[in-house]
Nanobody, 121 residues
């Protein structure tokens, strides 16, 4: 059974930082592209960042590029999202995703339950 468990969300002031973690079990973590998505209230889910297996190539949405960093620890089966210079518009539920179906920014086969991030102005 595949499980993705996110943690690290919370309330932070604008300009602050948070680090999200996603612990993965039940699949070959080191061979899978991992990603973070987010969904704000009343909006569609959007791609945030992804990291491939092998050479760990990273991808970011334009809205977070330069502020967020995705990384992975294959020994711990964990993917991270370091979020700096947070803005109120970053407020959303953040989801970890594994096993891309086609494109890096598209759909994934497995999803976590989400962790809430709230940024106050």
């Amino acid at each position: 059974q595949v499980q993705l468990v996110e943690s690290g969300g919370g309330l932070v002031q604008a300009g602050g930082s948070l680090r999200l973690s996603c612990a993965v079990s039940g699949l070959s973590f080191n061979t899978k592209t991992m990603a973070w998505f987010r969904q704000a209230p009343g909006k569609e889910r959007e791609f945030v960042a992804a990291i491939t297996s092998g050479d760990s190539t990273t991808y970011y949405s334009d809205s977070v590029k330069g502020r967020f960093t995705i990384s992975r620890d294959n020994a711990q089966n964990t993917v991270y999202l370091q979020m700096n210079s947070l803005k109120p518009e970053d407020t959303a539920v953040y989801y970890c995703a594994a096993y891309r179906i086609r494109t890096v920014t598209g759909n994934y086969k497995y999803w976590g339950q989400g962790t809430h991030v709230a940024v106050s102005s």
